[in-house]
Structure formats: structure tokens, C-alpha cells
């Protein structure tokens, strides 16, 4: 079998293209890794750092990528929920590791999941820029007053950046705030302080990272005093029983409601004899005639 020879510059031009493909491929996969990096740093560093430690909220996630099979990754990243209802087991080892919190639903698409993969297992990029501490340190300096903190929850006060009221859509311990419970659109929040502790509501709080909150305050971020006064008002009512539409402000409804339907019962009854009253004594006068 007769042998193939190659030309030096057959063998440069092979290396050549070889090289370049692989510098096309790194340039791509450098590409997808910043902007992993971008969805990494709005969408997870309010719960997790890269090479900073566990933080209240969400493992550090250092090494991910060669702990865990990409599929499960973005499998978990897709649907948390899914994940955790189905019994996985590192799922639920996760839950309860982080008291019972499991990880929100934060509805990125299938690319952006490809991208933050990217990054993650991406040693240069990570170590270059590396997610620092989700704790936020000018919160933490602050004395919080307790008083402006439910202020502020209730609506009394208003956010200086233009935010909604928390009690808008979450509920609170009834008696935290006099005969409010609170909404049911969120989850209530009166045992925050303790699923979270200082560090982890400290972050919750200066972040606002679940889906449903980052539209609403996404331009009206909570300053570093209100942050503070928040955070002593939930650890001043940690222990409390939860409030919720069933508290003072669903009997406070009840009775409203009440009262509306007796006025507007009152009302049809006057209206009705007023309009009765004329046919009645027609049919009189009529009867009367005819005799």
C-alpha cells in the first residue's frame, strides 16, 4: 500500500486551518461566556457567588459545571420546581441545606441558561470576573429604625425612589401593623427574618431578585436607609403569626361588604314601594269603580 506523503506546506496550511478553527471556536465560546456573565450577574448574584462561599440564600457555584451534568444544570435553572416536586435528590439535599427555600423560577430563556453555563465553566472568564459577596455591606452599617421600616411596608411612608408598598402584595403578622394583614399576591413575609437571617434578608432586600418583584422596582430600587429600617422591622416581628387576608383586614371586608348590601337593599325597598304604592291603589280605585 503505497504510502501518503505530505509537502511541508500541505502540513502548515492543515496546522493552519486547525488553529484557526479552534481560535474561532474559543472566540465563540469567549463570546457566549461574557454574556453569561451578564445574565449571571442581574439574574443569580442576588443568591450565589463564584469562589465568595455559600451565601444565606444559594450555594457558591465555584466548579459547578464539573459537579453537575450540563443537562441537570439547565434542567434546574429551567424549572427549580420541577425539579424539587420530582424528588431529585440534589435538589432536595439543596432545599434543605438552605431552610427550606428553594430556588425561584427565573424564566430565562434557553440561550441565556446556554450562556450562564458558558461562563460558569469558563476558568478565565469566572476568575477575571468573579462574582464578589451577595451581602450588601452599606445596608449592613446602618441603624434601621423598626417604626419607619413598618411605615414604609404599610405604605404610610412612601418609598423615595417611587416603589409600591410592600403590603401591597404581601401579607404581614395582622398585629405588626395594626388591623392590616396584607395582600395575598406575594408570599407573606412575616417569618422573612428567620427563613433568611440578617445577611440573607440584608441581600433580598437590596436585590429584589425574583421574577415577579424585578418589574415593579426594577427602576425604583430601595435606598440603603430603607433597606436598613425594612430589615428591623421584619426582625422585630419574627415569631409572629402570619397575618394574610384572613386577619383583621378580611373580617374588616366582610363587614364592609355587609353594610353595602344592606344600603343596597334599603334603597330597592324604597324603590319598590314607590313604585308599587301608585299600582295598589289604581287596582282600588278600579275595583271601587266597578261596584
Not at 159 to 171: M, T
Not at 200 to 215: C, D, F, I
Request: with cysteine.
Amino acid at each position: 500500500m503505497a504510502s501518503t506523503k505530505w509537502s511541508p506546506t500541505g502540513v502548515l496550511l492543515i496546522g493552519a486551518v486547525i488553529s484557526l478553527a479552534s481560535a474561532r471556536a474559543d472566540a465563540v465560546q469567549n463570546s457566549l461566556a461574557e454574556q453569561g456573565e451578564s445574565v449571571f450577574q442581574q439574574d443569580c448574584a442576588a443568591c450565589h457567588t463564584i469562589g465568595g462561599g455559600d451565601q444565606p440564600m444559594g450555594p457558591d457555584l465555584a466548579g459547578v459545571t464539573g459537579r453537575r451534568p450540563p443537562e441537570w444544570l439547565a434542567d434546574f435553572i429551567r424549572d427549580p420546581a420541577g425539579k424539587i416536586a420530582a424528588g431529585d435528590p440534589v435538589a432536595t439535599e439543596l432545599t434543605e441545606r438552605f431552610q427550606g427555600i428553594p430556588m425561584p423560577t427565573l424564566e430565562l430563556t434557553d440561550a441565556q441558561i446556554k450562556a450562564v453555563l458558558a461562563y460558569l465553566a469558563s476558568p478565565a472568564e469566572v476568575q477575571h470576573h468573579a462574582a464578589p459577596s451577595a451581602a450588601p455591606a452599606e445596608a449592613a452599617t446602618l441603624t434601621g429604625d423598626p417604626a419607619r421600616g413598618e411605615a414604609l411596608y404599610a405604605g404610610t411612608v412612601s418609598f423615595a425612589q417611587g416603589g409600591a408598598p410592600c403590603l401591597a402584595c404581601h401579607g404581614i403578622a395582622a398585629s405588626a401593623v395594626g388591623s392590616a394583614a396584607g395582600a395575598t399576591f406575594g408570599p407573606d413575609l412575616t417569618a422573612l427574618w428567620k427563613k433568611f437571617g440578617k445577611a440573607g434578608a440584608a441581600s433580598v432586600l437590596k436585590t429584589l431578585p425574583y421574577p415577579s418583584m424585578k418589574p415593579i422596582f426594577a427602576n425604583h430600587p430601595l435606598t440603603p436607609q430603607e433597606q436598613a429600617d425594612l430589615a428591623s422591622f421584619f426582625a422585630q416581628v419574627d415569631g409572629l403569626p402570619a397575618g394574610g387576608a384572613g386577619g383583621a383586614l378580611g373580617t374588616h371586608a366582610v363587614v364592609a361588604l355587609a353594610a353595602f348590601l344592606g344600603l343596597l337593599g334599603g334603597l330597592g325597598r324604597r324603590r319598590l314601594q314607590g313604585v308599587r304604592q301608585p299600582l295598589l291603589k289604581r287596582v282600588r280605585e278600579g275595583k271601587g269603580a266597578r261596584r
